[in-house]
């Protein structure tokens, strides 16, 4: 049994309880939105952009549902990946 807090919403409910099968459905739409905000903002190609994701820390957060990283916007996936690119550390926002 799940106790929620007044302010808990079916939103957050939902989340907190997303199937495999939602998640499988939303990863790539999130992957697709983050690929072209880089393509946008870089001026990369599709295969770097690709590269550049894939080849990374937080990628491996995204890819995991338990990690919720699916739940940031595609703005900010971005910033936590540029982050990463030039620390070489993923720093996640509290």
Do not use: C
């Amino acid at each position: 049994m799940q106790i929620l807090n007044k302010k808990s919403t079916f939103v957050d409910i939902h989340i907190s309880n997303m199937t495999t099968k939602e998640f499988e459905a939303i990863l790539p739409l999130k992957v697709e939105s983050v690929i072209e905000k880089l393509i946008e903002q870089k001026k990369f190609s599709l295969e770097t952009a690709l590269s550049y994701l894939y080849d990374s820390q937080l990628y491996s957060f995204l890819e995991r549902e338990e990690t919720k990283m699916w739940y940031y916007s595609p703005m900010m996936l971005v910033s936590l990946l540029e982050n990463e690119k030039k620390t070489g550390i993923l720093t996640l926002p509290e």
